[in-house]
């Protein structure tokens, strides 16, 4: 997966704006990105002043967004478990 920085996402996003006679599709595929790549990056910048806000890799938006990630790694690691106490059961009851 390709990773843009910010400065090519808001370049994106000012291309699109500047080529009202364009097509999305066709700005995007001009660009080089995806179509839905192209109206995320058009959606953010509308709600953020123009800004395309990135966020690297294992980044949240929000102390929420961390601790959901956190549970559900919790989770994930717990339902693991049982399936191997699951299977260690069945084994030893033969």
């Not at 192209?38 to 690297?56: D, F, N, Y």
């Amino acid at each position: 997966m390709t990773q843009h920085n910010k400065k090519f996402k808001e370049d994106a996003v000012a291309y699109r704006l500047s080529h009202p006679e364009l097509p999305t599709r066709a700005c995007a595929k001009n660009l080089g990105i995806g179509f839905s790549t192209l109206t995320k990056w058009l959606s953010l910048a509308k709600k953020h002043e123009g800004e395309v806000p990135i966020r690297g890799s294992g980044n949240y938006s929000s102390d929420l967004e961390k601790e959901n990630a956190r549970l559900a790694r919790e989770l994930r690691d717990a339902k693991d478990a049982l399936d191997v106490l699951k299977k260690a059961i069945s084994i030893l009851g033969k």
